[in-house]
């Protein structure tokens, strides 16, 4: 069976965490943002899977299982935080929650 | 057994203080009395018991250091709180607490309508506390706190009625004026410390002949800064001119400053150091020389001053003067002698004094007193002992003890000093029996509404006045010159003294049993002399003082307003500093200090002002920024 080479996934995650990043900076719904954020995290996922087969180590998709936990407990109180915030301000778009400056 | 109790001495009187301190304003005047005369009587009593141990011990054993506890330690440098009694701290001792002891009582007779009775007893009480340390210390260390605790005490005394603006600028006069020579104190004792390594007396004092050369130069500067200290505390030119002003204060206080603590606090610092200043010549002539300035100074601006409490107050300057002089010769033992004397006397005076203005319901002009003799006949009494015995009468006590300082400057200081003294005494005599005549003879001069309440003080006060009576009468002989074995006090003092016997000074003129009589008859009969001048003067012929002062315009002007000396002082030193002062404070501290300091602030407020600028709020700048700076980092990371 031909094997995929490892630079297919690593422009595949280069990709994913790409479109993650415009993500996160360009849109302004705060659902669509956390979206992106789990494409970055996937696309980190997808490399250090990439890594682990190729080194015959398991250290990096031990590495994914606590990258998926986190990023689980961060979406859930991430949205959390956004039906709180929805519920005092009636949005869900980031550039009408900046209190916090100088 | 004694002994073992001196630490109470002075503790006593603290407690009293902080007692009559707190309480200030709650206890009855009856507790406030029995806490801040107890203390003072149980502290004398102490002493004395302390003093009968010591007399048991033998001459040479009589020095005991009792340690409380280590105060300071820092390196090799340490000074323990530790009281040390020799016999001439316990001469101190004993007059602190014995005179202290009747002032006391006196003040509760005095200051009996004050409403601030409490405060007052606490202070005086703090006061006894204060002088006790500073005699007491066997360091230099210790013995600054009791010399600062001191000039605190004068200042809250002398300020007692701060109410009064007078009273508040005599007290802070006294203060400031003080300061000024215990910061002389200050730099000699460190100057010890950088010359011995230690501040204790006794390692000091065993050191000083081994390790300065007679005459060096670190001795003389040393002598002289300590000195300094003791012109500010015993009221010596340049610095006496705080000690009229303290008449502001109380009447006891000005007894209890001017006889049993405070100005005696130089004279006894002096002896205490005497193997210092024998260690270097030039310092006792400076002390000579500017004691008999001071005696001679002092005593003719008494000649002139209306107020009863400003003559004894410039006798007390005098007085010092001639301690002093005794110091300045050598002949340390009779200025504590004279201390001594002077402490009897002068409390008495000052306390017949309170008296005095106490019958006159505050009166204190002499030219509105006279004719009180009959009125007060205990007060009179006791107050011409006390002048007599000022005056240097026989046998009063003030006799035995000027006399001796007189032939003392006269075997060792030579005939020009003792000449200068023999003036001094004249006038002393004069003013004091100028002061005695108007007081209580002559026609009453008393205002038509202060005469019918004239009184008679009192026991409280006038019990204190007659045990003084006695002791200024009696106290002389216990130094009585000629008689073989009368040298008491000679004796007792000689185990501290004698450790420097010789360095001290060689003696001008041969010593003579003649010439001490013949000195000695020669000094009374000028007191006599004095006396009768006074006599004419304000009771057989007042035309005279009159017509001397229209005669002598200028030279009364210049001695009724004290040389100008204040004056002088206030155009020379006190405005160019206070003028400077503003000056400062409008260029130097609001323009440079301030200018920086809020310069600092402007620069950190515009800065952040435009550094606030990047926080614009949106999460997604943030995010964008950290991203750049991300590629960035690792752009330079992959192409470097």
Not at chain 2, 134 to 142: P, S, T
Not at chain 2, 224 to 239: D, E, H, R, V
């Amino acid at each position: 069976m031909q094997t995929i080479p490892l630079a297919a996934y690593q422009v595949l995650a280069a990709v994913l965490f790409t479109i993650g990043i415009v993500g996160v900076l360009v849109r302004r719904s705060a659902l669509v943002i956390f979206m992106s954020i789990e494409l970055m995290l996937n696309a980190v996922n997808l490399s250090f899977v990439a890594f682990s087969r190729q080194m015959g180590q398991m250290d990096g998709q031990i590495f994914v299982f606590f990258v998926m936990s986190v990023a689980a407990a961060e979406v859930a109180v991430g949205l959390a935080i956004l039906v709180a915030i929805f519920r005092s301000r009636e949005t869900a778009n980031v550039d009408d929650v900046h209190l916090l400056k100088g | 057994m004694g002994l073992s109790l001196l630490w109470l001495v002075p503790l006593l009187p603290l407690i009293g203080a902080i007692v009559n301190g707190v309480g200030a304003g709650l206890l009855p005047r009856k507790v406030v009395s029995a806490i801040g005369v107890g203390s003072a009587g149980i502290s004398f009593l102490i002493a004395a018991g302390c003093f009968a141990g010591l007399l048991a011990l033998p001459p040479e054993a009589r020095r005991v250091t009792q340690t409380l506890f280590t105060w300071i330690q820092s390196g090799d440098f340490h000074a323990e709180v530790r009281y040390a009694l020799d016999p001439l701290s316990a001469v101190m001792m004993l007059v602190v607490t014995g005179v202290g002891f009747l002032i006391h009582v006196y003040s509760t007779g005095y200051m009996g309508h004050e409403p601030a009775y409490g405060r007052f007893f606490s202070y005086l009480n703090l006061f006894m506390f204060s002088m006790l340390t500073l005699v007491l210390a066997d360091n230099f260390v210790l013995m600054f706190l009791g010399w600062e605790a001191v000039g605190l005490c004068s200042y809250l005394l002398i300020g007692f009625w701060y109410q009064r603006p007078a009273a508040a600028e005599a007290g802070k006069k006294a203060f400031v004026v003080n300061r000024i020579g215990d910061w002389g104190f200050l730099l000699g004792i460190f100057l010890i410390f950088v010359t011995f390594g230690s501040v204790d007396f006794a390692t000091v004092f065993a050191q000083a002949p081994l390790r300065l050369a007679a005459g060096s130069s670190v001795a003389t500067a040393i002598a002289l800064l300590l000195f300094l200290g003791a012109t500010g505390k015993s009221a010596q030119i340049p610095l006496y001119v705080w000690l009229p002003d303290a008449m502001e204060g109380p009447t006891p206080v000005s007894a209890l400053i001017h006889a049993a603590t405070m100005v005696t606090a130089g004279v006894y610092m002096v002896a205490r150091c005497h193997v210092l200043y024998l260690l270097s010549p030039f310092s006792l002539h400076v002390i000579s020389i500017v004691a008999i300035a001071t005696a001679l100074l002092a005593a003719t601006i008494a000649l002139v001053q209306n107020d009863i409490k400003r003559v004894l107050a410039y006798s007390t300057v005098s007085q010092l003067g001639y301690m002093f002089v005794g110091a300045g010769v050598g002949a340390f033992t009779s200025g504590i002698f004279h201390l001594m004397t002077h402490a009897f006397f002068k409390a008495l005076l000052f306390l017949g004094a309170g008296s005095v203005i106490h019958a006159l319901s505050g009166e204190q002009d002499l030219w509105k007193m006279g004719g009180l003799k009959s009125h007060l006949p205990r007060t009179h009494l006791t107050f011409l002992i006390a002048t007599l015995a000022i005056a240097g009468v026989f046998p009063f006590a003030g006799f035995f003890s000027k006399d001796e300082i007189l032939y003392q400057a006269w075997l060792r200081g030579g005939p020009v000093l003792w000449m200068a003294g023999v003036i001094g005494a004249f006038l002393t005599a004069f003013y004091m029996f100028r002061l005695y005549f108007l007081t209580f003879h002559g026609p009453s001069r008393v205002p038509e509404e202060a005469r019918h309440h004239i009184h008679e003080s009192p026991n409280s006060m006038t019990i204190p006045l007659l045990v003084l009576a006695v002791l200024s009468t009696i106290g002389g002989f216990i130094q009585a010159p000629l008689l073989p074995g009368w040298q008491r006090l000679d004796r007792f003092l000689e185990p501290v003294f004698a450790d420097a016997a010789a360095l001290l000074p060689q003696t001008h003129i041969a010593q003579t049993q003649a010439s001490e009589l013949g000195l000695m008859l020669i000094s009374l009969t000028v007191a006599l002399v004095g006396i009768f001048v006074a006599y004419r003067f304000y009771v057989a012929d007042p035309a005279i003082p009159r017509r001397l002062v229209e005669q002598a315009r200028g030279i009364y002007k210049t001695l009724l307003n004290k040389y100008w000396v204040d004056e002088a002082y206030e155009s020379v030193i006190v405005q160019p500093i206070y003028r400077g002062s503003v000056d400062l404070y409008n260029d130097f501290d609001t323009g440079v200090i301030d200018g920086a300091v809020n310069g600092v602030g402007r620069l950190i407020q515009g800065g952040s002002g435009l550094l606030r600028q990047a926080q614009v709020g949106y999460v997604q700048v943030y995010a964008l920024i950290l991203t750049l700076g991300a590629v960035v980092v690792i752009g330079y990371l992959a192409l470097r």
